[in-house]
């Protein structure tokens, strides 16, 4: 008898956690907030922009989709009608409730970077737990499902590390000797063992040619890693605490130049992880 009640037991903790699960929710950022794209983007925006004759902000929902992401929140700014007419007219929004993923509209237009649109998610109270953080012309066949479990485990152990980045390694041309196209030249600093973002510094930001990484960092850190072939996808899994974060720094613009080195600075836990993209 003592096995049957603890089986039931079991069960029913099971089925408590799964009524008190929040949904998993991401932030689509539709909005670039930047001029790379000009004057293309003068008329149309980055997101809505044809690669294959398909929108590419459709490969990120279907891959967000794929990957049980269950409430879409896109943030929409500049060209924000386009983007709406968009998601209604390729059937992502008004969907029935049986579908598997909700997507919805954010409209703002007093945003006029990444930290302003987090700043609203936070005023509108729309994220209820840990969410992936996204722009909207990612295109990605990787799998989230370990990513999320390796950030919610992290999470238990240690409470500040709030945000988990997800980078790759980078095949360096043949032709061209780089170690990247089309993106900025980036340096950071990795725990061995526990992937902790120790140091981050982005080339188009810094005039010098040499990296200067703080005495603490390597004392605490005999065996860090560093990588000057890595590319930063741009996708994060965040807990909520990264929403308050930004609404308690107005001066948090950019995710990384901003956002990551005051976390750095602050010893709050970034971590990152590699995945094939």
């Keep these: ?8 037991g079991a069960a029913a903790r099971e089925d408590a956690d799964e009524l008190s699960r929040s949904p998993l929710q991401a932030v689509l950022l539709a909005d670039s907030f930047t ?34 992401v269950e409430e879409v929140f896109v943030f929409c700014c500049a060209h924000a009608q386009q983007v709406k007419e968009h998601l209604e007219e390729a059937g992502w929004t008004g969907k ?19 930290g302003d649109a987090l700043r609203v998610m936070y005023g509108r109270g729309l994220i209820n737990g840990d969410f992936v953080l996204i722009s909207g012309d990612t295109i ?6 370990e990513v999320l479990q ?16 997800i980078i790759k390694h980078s095949k360096p041309s043949i032709l061209m000797h780089q170690t990247r196209l089309g993106t900025d030249e980036i340096v950071m600093a990795l725990a061995s063992e526990t ?11 810094s005039s010098h040619l040499c990296v200067t990484i703080d005495k603490d960092i ?6 860090l890693q560093l990588h000057n072939n890595m590319e930063d996808c741009y996708i994060d899994i965040c807990s909520p605490d990264v929403l308050s974060l930004f609404t308690d720094n107005f001066d948090y613009q950019h995710l990384r130049r901003h956002f ?11 971590f990152t992880t590699t995945g094939p993209i």
């Design 1 to 8: 008898m003592s096995q049957k009640k603890s089986r039931g």
């Design 35 to 68: 001029l790379k794209f000009r004057p293309i983007t003068l008329e149309r925006p980055k997101v809505l922009l044809p690669l294959v004759n398909v929108p590419m902000i459709d490969y990120t929902l279907s891959w967000l989709e794929t990957e049980g």
């Design 96 to 114: 029935p409730a049986a579908w598997e993923m909700a997507v919805m509209a954010v409209e703002s237009h007093d945003a006029i970077s990444a």
């Design 140 to 145: 990605s066949n990787m799998s989230l499902k």
């Design 150 to 165: 390796e950030h919610k485990d992290r999470r238990k152990k240690d409470p500040l590390a709030v945000m988990t980045m």
């Design 195 to 205: 992937k902790e973002l120790l140091y981050y510094e982005d080339r188009a930001d």
């Design 218 to 223: 390597l004392a605490n850190n005999p065996t």
């Design 260 to 270: 990551v080195k005051g976390l750095l600075v602050d010893d709050v836990s970034p």
